[in-house]
């Protein structure tokens, strides 16, 4: 059996930058990187996750928090050190070892059916969402229904697939929701290519981790 069919444990790693004095930025920024080093020795489990949204500020400053740049920064440093690791990203906050990646999440990012029972469990099944109540008591009386969440339509599938370093296929876009790139669309794709923020092949489009921390710009031009 496969570890991962038995117990899967993630460990979280979370960054934290300093302050944004420009005269102490260069020194705080050496420091944490080193810091990050020893902090990103991963453990002896094959799934990890990075929370780039944990920034705290340094506890020696009252400065106001750090800058994007600082955050983006530390970002692909991290992702760098776990690969260096041999923790490979497999979508935006997400990393494994071969084999070990959390299959559970890649159906999720996939849009592939899940079934959750329980108080507030959430479920999607032929492309439907729905949960139950965070209601223990009327699920244990058997009394909980479950309540209709939407859908998965082509803008969750689009949204979903581009947060995983495998991408979107195009051909598999059109062939679930008849949908396309338009020709600007596309045009745009060719810029962000050549701006380092993503690999297209005319068939599939994967953001690079420089382009997964603008995910949300270059959604907006392609919804």
Request: glycine share 10%; with cysteine; hydrophobic share 35%.
């Amino acid at each position: 059996m496969h570890p991962g069919d038995c117990l899967i444990y993630k460990k979280p790693i979370f960054l934290f930058l300093c302050g944004s004095d420009k005269e102490t930025d260069e020194a705080d920024v050496s420091q944490e990187r080193t810091n990050l080093r020893h902090r990103i020795n991963p453990p002896a489990v094959g799934d990890t996750y990075l929370d780039a949204a944990k920034l705290q500020k340094g506890a020696n400053h009252t400065h106001q928090g750090s800058t994007g740049d600082e955050a983006a920064d530390f970002y692909l440093y991290a992702v760098e050190q776990l690969e260096h690791h041999g923790y490979r990203q497999y979508e935006i906050s997400n990393f494994a070892k071969p084999g070990y990646e959390g299959r559970h999440n890649l159906i999720y990012w996939d849009c592939g059916d899940y079934l959750g029972i329980g108080p507030a469990a959430h479920s999607c099944m032929g492309g439907k969402r729905f949960y139950y109540p965070a209601d223990t008591e009327a699920f244990l009386r058997d009394e909980a229904a479950p309540v209709m969440d939407g859908g998965c339509g082509a803008e969750d599938y689009l949204i979903l697939q581009l947060r995983l370093r495998k991408g979107l296929s195009l051909d598999e876009y059109k062939k679930r929701y008849g949908r396309e790139f338009s020709t600007a669309q596309l045009a745009f794709v060719k810029n962000c290519v050549k701006s380092g923020y993503a690999n297209f092949d005319g068939h599939t489009l994967a953001l690079t981790p420089a382009g997964l921390i603008v995910q949300n710009s270059i959604l907006a031009e392609l919804l």
